[in-house]
């Protein structure tokens, strides 16, 4: 199983990130999102829901866009 988080870029273009295995909830899907995409570190373990969308905002993401789709392989 793998999933499709899709998401919009501050600037207003479209983005998406291939995660493996399932991602059940937008929170986990912004950590997993900042981790795929290298973003700044940030203990993701102990980082709060507005470090998270700090870290996304600042790399062009738009914490409030991402759509999850399952991804049966």
Same mark, same amino acid.
């Given at each position: 199983?793998?999933?499709?988080?899709?998401?919009?870029?501050?600037? +207003?273009?479209?983005?998406?990130?291939?995660?493996?295995?399932?991602?059940?909830? =937008?929170?986990?899907?912004? #950590?997993?999102?900042? #981790?795929?995409?290298?973003? $700044? &570190?940030?203990?993701?373990?102990?980082?709060?829901?507005?470090? !998270?969308?700090?870290?996304?905002?600042?790399? +062009? !993401?738009? $914490?409030? &866009?991402?759509?999850? =789709? &399952?991804?049966?392989?």
């Amino acid at each position: 199983m793998q999933t499709l988080i899709k998401y919009k870029m501050l600037n +207003g273009g479209d983005g998406e990130a291939l995660i493996a295995g399932v991602v059940s909830n =937008v929170t986990q899907a912004k #950590h997993e999102l900042a #981790h795929a995409k290298s973003l $700044p &570190s940030v203990n993701a373990a102990n980082a709060s829901a507005d470090e !998270i969308d700090d870290r996304l905002r600042q790399s +062009g !993401i738009d $914490p409030n &866009s991402l759509t999850l =789709v &399952s991804i049966s392989e």
